[in-house]
């Protein structure tokens, strides 16, 4: 029986990229054949993230001539501006001739797609060629249950103290600060708007998918699980963590090669000392009075870090660099996440709450300090704070956060009891996820039995 092709189209974003190719990798374990859809900026990130496998890559053309979005950009991290997101997103439909053009075309005919959720109009062509389409969140099973129950009017507000809650009817256990909540799925002033109309016709296009691919682990968020299968749908398929669908690099220590940021850690571990890793992606823009904090937060806990910085960082000129040299480091280069939280020295990562960095801190077994920006982060943080206890949060107002709290929470993870309670958590559930992907463990089995249902192949 021929194996099943199945095609994988990722938004333009490294946050929704990196896990759809990592997928690709568990698929071609699996004996599928797999082709990747992009456009010709991005083909070569593609290509080079997949050395040496037997996965395809098709490009097309990115839509030219769209207000306000340079000639040549073609993946929201090289926008100018985060407030061009939105017009980025929606000019995807135009891409969608080209799109048919290649299901209509691709050999071995397409067993069925994984697509972003924000590419949506992709369901209609799916339908038009009668090939299923299964949706990608680049969030976990909690995060998107909450915000399409609270999308949906599925909560009640109330006040708790002096601050004003969110309570999803759906989830009563679970209580949520209004500032944690995303004001698009609770403002009325959004209604109407681009975002509000592009984030609607998302959750309505993926309803009415054949299902839900997750990168994530039932052991992980069981109870949300079976909760969005009962009360929401489409079948969710957790089959992650995908990171580890790519073997861990072993190098050895102080290797003369290695970058000289890894070299620091290797001598920090061969000190016994524990680091404190800080990132908080390619997506997040930090304002300069938040950057302030958190220098005088690091400078005062005392714990050892390493931080990475997007740029150039002109707030870093005011010595803080020779101040801190002794325990700390400022990165300006590109790192490889993954390698750096499984080094043995880290031992703590200071993070925004995407959900890729999730899960590749659980596979890591290393404890989140929570520091959620936007979007879904502040869902992923109360998930990882409160549900499962494998990590804390930082405590902030109104988003902001000032270095004396960030001070005080780096030291409890690294240094004090709940620290030590959240490490022991997040080992056991790395340990979890490790199992969920090997042969007969959870998402190995789901992953198995969704190409089972659907891998056959369709005719020409």
């Known amino acids: 029986m021929a194996s099943p092709h199945i095609l994988l189209f990722p938004f333009m974003a490294k946050g929704h990229v990196i896990p759809l190719l990592q997928l690709a990798r568990l698929l071609l374990r699996h004996g599928a054949t797999v082709t990747v859809l992009t456009t010709p900026g991005n083909r070569s990130f593609i290509c080079n993230a997949l050395p040496s496998t037997a996965i395809s890559v098709v490009d097309i053309p990115f839509p030219e001539n769209i207000s306000g979005i340079p000639p040549g950009v073609e993946s929201t991290?090289?926008?100018?501006?985060?407030?061009?997101?939105?017009?980025?997103?929606?000019?995807?439909?135009?891409?969608?001739?080209?799109?048919?053009?290649?299901?209509?075309?691709l050999l071995p005919t397409v067993s069925f797609i994984i697509t972003d959720d924000f590419l949506s109009w992709t369901l209609d062509s799916a339908n038009k060629y009668g090939v299923p389409r299964f949706v990608f969140f680049a969030l976990g099973t909690f995060s998107i249950s909450l915000t399409i129950a609270i999308a949906r009017r599925r909560f009640v507000e109330e006040r708790e103290g002096s601050s004003e809650m969110v309570n999803a009817t759906d989830f009563p256990w679970i209580k949520i600060k209004r500032e944690d909540v995303d004001p698009l799925l609770i403002?009325?002033?959004?209604?109407?708007?681009?975002?509000?109309?592009?984030?609607?016709?998302?959750?309505?296009?993926?309803?009415?998918?054949?299902?839900?691919?997750?990168?994530?682990?039932?052991?992980?968020?069981?109870?949300?699980?079976?909760?969005?299968?009962?009360?929401?749908?489409?079948?969710?398929?957790?089959?992650?963590?995908?990171?580890?669908?790519?073997?861990?690099?072993?190098?050895?220590?102080?290797?003369?090669?290695?970058?000289?940021?890894?070299?620091?850690?290797?001598?920090?571990?061969?000190?016994?000392?524990?680091?404190?890793y800080v990132a908080f992606g390619t997506q997040i823009e930090i304002s300069p009075e938040q950057f302030e904090e958190i220098k005088t937060g690091l400078e005062k806990s005392d714990v050892n870090f390493f931080w990475v910085v997007r740029r150039n960082e002109s707030q870093l000129e005011d010595g803080f660099e020779e101040r801190v040299r002794k325990r700390g480091i400022v990165v300006r280069e590109w790192v490889d996440q993954r390698e750096i939280l499984e080094h043995g020295a880290v031992d703590g990562f200071l993070s925004q709450c995407g959900w890729t960095s999730v899960m590749e801190s659980i596979c890591a077994k290393v404890p989140i300090l929570a520091f959620p920006a936007m979007w879904h982060h502040p869902l992923n943080a109360i998930l990882l704070a409160e549900e499962l206890r494998v990590g804390l949060r930082v405590e902030s107002s109104d988003g902001f956060v000032r270095g004396e709290?960030?001070?005080?929470?780096?030291?409890?993870?690294?240094?004090?009891?709940?620290?030590?309670e959240v490490r022991k958590n997040a080992a056991e559930l790395g340990g979890a996820a490790v199992c969920a992907v090997e042969e007969g463990?959870?998402?190995w089995r789901s992953l198995k039995q969704l190409l089972s249902e659907f891998g056959q192949t369709r005719n020409a």
Request: proline share 6%; with cysteine; glycine share 6%.
């Open 405 to 420: 709290s960030l001070a005080a929470a780096a030291k409890v993870l690294m240094v004090g009891e709940m620290g030590k």
């Open 187 to 276: 403002d009325p002033k959004f209604v109407g708007t681009d975002y509000h109309n592009f984030f609607s016709e998302n959750i309505e296009s993926s309803s009415r998918s054949q299902g839900v691919v997750m990168n994530s682990f039932s052991e992980f968020e069981a109870v949300y699980v079976d909760k969005w299968n009962s009360t929401f749908g489409p079948k969710m398929w957790c089959v992650g963590p995908f990171c580890l669908a790519e073997e861990k690099k072993v190098r050895p220590k102080n290797h003369p090669k290695a970058q000289a940021t890894i070299q620091w850690l290797d001598q920090m571990e061969e000190r016994g000392e524990r680091v404190l």
């Open 77 to 105: 991290d090289k926008l100018p501006d985060i407030s061009l997101w939105v017009p980025f997103a929606v000019a995807t439909k135009l891409m969608q001739p080209q799109f048919e053009k290649v299901l209509e075309s």
């Open 441 to 443: 463990g959870s998402s």
